[in-house]
């Protein structure tokens, strides 16, 4: 059974930083691609960061230049590193993995940036 696992998260105050961890158990074959999305209250789950097992990565417009993906194909890991944290990055945040066509997702972790 594929399962992801998210670690990471919790309380930040505005200005701070934060990493979110992701591990994919239950397969050797390589997600591609790995990603965090992130819905807030009210508000549609959202990309916030994609990248593909030959490294390209892609951000949302608000998280570009203070957010940075990266991943472990080998471990089938990625994690998100958060700076520059605004109240507005306030939400739950889900790891994203693909595997022959099928989406898999993390239970969620919460991230709160207040003072």
């Known amino acids: 059974q594929v399962q992801l696992v998210e670690s990471g998260g919790g309380l930040v105050q505005p200005g701070g930083s934060l990493r979110l961890s992701c591990a994919a158990s239950?397969?050797?074959?390589?997600?591609?691609?790995m990603g965090w999305y992130r819905q807030a209250p009210g508000n549609q789950r959202e990309l916030v960061a994609i990248?593909?097992?030959?490294?390209?990565?892609a951000y949302e417009d608000s998280v570009k230049g203070r957010f940075t993906i990266a991943r472990e194909n080998n471990k089938n890991t990625v994690d998100l590193h958060m700076n520059s944290l605004k109240p507005e990055d306030t939400a739950v945040y889900y790891c994203n993995g693909r595997r022959l066509g099928k989406d898999y997702w993390g239970q969620g972790t919460q991230v709160t940036v207040s003072s």
């Open positions: 990248i593909t097992s030959g490294g390209s990565a």
């Open positions: 239950g397969t050797v074959i390589i997600m591609d691609p």
